[in-house]
């Protein structure tokens, strides 16, 4: 009897660690891939909160099952690797992330953790606050007092040499100034590039003035003109700001405190952030985030939470780090910023694999410092979980860098009692083919592989920097190769000529001839790069690498059958 018992135990807790295992291994796969659409392509697809849930859940997950860590796990890492094209720079000492507090009470939690690390809870200790700047980490090597190499984080440990591009960022010293303490022979300075908000906007005019599509939003035009290889667009590295927030390499003898080195940076000619704060305690901390967060939208750049440091350096050391964030730091986010406004419409957006979305089109309201007309409703099963309708009051977050989300309606203010429910179309709005929704499914699709509508996402997957990086090939150019019919499939566009491309609206001999060089030096790529650019289903980065690294060239690839690809080990 209790050996049965004993048996079905342990038969659970097998079950249950398998579980665990395979949503652990589902997790770091879906955190891989979206930490390459967020560093490398500039594209997320989720907000920073969704993130944070599911970054959360797999740390959770790995904390109760230690045998599930593996190195290469997103809680063991950093951003993501370097891209190809630019020279790598390895970091003398790691770039870390910081861990993020939710809420006080997480707050709360991090300062009792750092008084139980040093030994004394009754003990309150100082931080220096300062805002979390919604840019791109960069970090600056000066030897002798002269920029030697600027490198983005990369993964942490390995970034990219951006250096040829800084030249162009103005608030970067390339020789530093003598004020304070002589700087040591080699010191290295990290802090966040990003577009001050009146800035993105003179950008953005511009760029319709020209005919060029806006860019969506300040960190995302911040980090990939950063990264620009061949057309570098100098008007948006000039519109560029940097912040210097700490000092890695070379601190100068007699310099205790987070504080000291913001001064001393500003002496040497860095832009620090003005509204950082001493805090005296953890309450002190509180306040200070509370009173960031009510001036947030007065702030010149774009701000989404408060970092608190440990301001004394001495304390650092005896608090330590762990392999992926420091101890002695911690993120505070704000809460996603959100507001009332009306739906108007809905109507259905097809992506690249031919998936319908549902979008809300909104009377536009102004949140978080962006004005929002749409919002996305995901899918049909969402849209009826919420009940949401033509013409209801709703709630609408904005949290991050992606498309804004309907939170919830308002039904006391739904006027029309009796609006019908919305359903996504039996035929695709494009091509008026019949759609589909497979068995197990949330997602409706056109089957249709020649639908415009999938061709032109296709394009822009094709030219995008995580696939084949064509410079110049941006929406408004792929719209009008597609409407004038030069492009009918993916493979049309290396039939492109300049000849073609002059007799195009807005388009001029220089442009044109970027855009022919550009695909031109596409032909050229990796067999990874290449079946990513494909936009087959589920092909994403991770199973390029593994599928390239399998078969070696595409010729097996295009050989295999179903049993063989299932045989791929990873």
């Known amino acids: 009897m209790v050996s049965d018992a004993k048996q079905k ?20 796969a879906e955190i891989t891939r979206h930490n390459r659409l967020y560093y490398l392509n500039d594209a997320p697809e989720i907000s920073d909160a969704e993130w944070d849930a599911l970054f959360h859940e797999l740390r959770a997950l790995e904390e109760k099952h230690p045998e599930l860590v593996t190195p290469d796990s997103p809680t063991q890492r950093v951003g993501a690797p370097a891209a190809e094209g630019f020279a790598t720079v390895a970091h003398r000492v790691p770039m870390l992330s910081l861990d993020n507090a939710m809420s006080e009470d997480d707050m709360r939690a991090f300062d009792l953790r750092v008084r139980r690390i040093l ?12 805002p979390k700047l919604d840019g791109a980490s960069l970090e600056l090597v000066y030897e002798d007092g002269r920029l030697v190499v600027g490198a983005t984080r990369g993964d942490g440990r390995v970034g990219e040499d951006v250096t040829a591009n800084l030249r162009h960022v103005w608030s970067i010293p390339f020789e530093l100034a003598a004020g304070g303490a002589p700087p040591p022979a080699r010191i290295s300075v990290r802090g966040e590039v990003l577009i001050p908000l009146a800035a993105f906007q003179r950008l953005n005019e511009a760029r319709r003035e020209r005919g060029e599509e806006p860019f969506a939003n300040p960190r995302n035009a911040a980090a990939g003109a950063l990264r620009q290889l061949h057309a570098v667009d100098k008007q948006r590295l000039g519109s560029l700001a940097f ?27 860095f832009e620090v952030s003005p509204e950082s704060e001493r805090c005296a305690d953890v309450d002190a901390a509180v306040a200070y985030h509370a009173k960031l967060q009510a001036a947030r939208d007065a702030m010149p750049v774009e701000v989404d939470g408060t970092v608190f440091k440990l301001d004394r350096l001495d304390l650092r050391e005896e608090v330590g780090s762990l392999s992926r964030a420091p101890r002695w730091a911690i993120a505070f986010k704000f809460p996603p910023q959100q507001a009332e406004t009306r739906i108007l419409g809905i109507e259905a957006s097809v992506g690249r694999t031919g998936a319908l979305t549902p979008v809300a089109k909104l009377e536009p309201v102004h949140v978080g410092g962006v004005t929002v007309s749409n919002a996305s409703l995901h899918n049909q099963d969402e849209i009826e979980r919420k009940d949401v309708r033509v013409g209801d009051t709703v709630v609408i977050q904005r949290a991050g860098d992606v498309i804004p989300q309907v939170v919830r309606v308002v039904l006391e203010k739904r006027k029309n009692k009796r609006a019908r429910k919305w359903r996504l179309p039996k035929k695709c709005p494009v091509c008026a083919h019949e759609t589909v929704r497979l068995e197990g499914e949330v997602v409706t699709r056109c089957p249709n592989l020649d639908c415009p509508a999938q061709l032109k996402t296709n394009l822009r997957h094709l030219a995008g920097r995580g696939a084949l990086d064509v410079d110049g090939l ?9 409407d004038a019919g030069h492009v009918k499939r993916l493979s049309d566009l290396f039939t492109i000529d300049e000849a073609m491309l002059l007799g195009l609206e807005r388009m001029g001999e220089k442009s044109a001839r970027n855009v022919v060089a550009a695909l031109e030096r596409a032909r050229e790529t990796t067999l990874p790069r290449f079946l990513i650019a494909l936009g087959i289903r589920h092909v994403g980065a991770t199973v390029a690498d593994v599928l390239a690294a399998a078969s070696g060239h595409l010729d097996p690839i295009l050989a295999a059958g179903r049993e063989r690809l299932e045989a791929v080990d990873g």
């Open 119 to 130: 030994g004394d809870e009754d003990e309150a200790v100082a931080y220096l606050g300062e």
């Open 9 to 28: 135990a342990a038969s659970r807790e097998k079950r249950a660690s398998k579980g665990a295992a395979s949503r652990a291994a589902a997790l770091r």
């Open 243 to 269: 912040r210097a927030y700490a000092l890695e390499e070379g601190i100068p003898a007699g310099i205790r405190s987070q504080l000291e080195i913001l001064e001393q940076l500003r002496a040497w000619g």
């Open 474 to 482: 941006g929406e408004k150019l792929i719209d009008q190769l597609v």
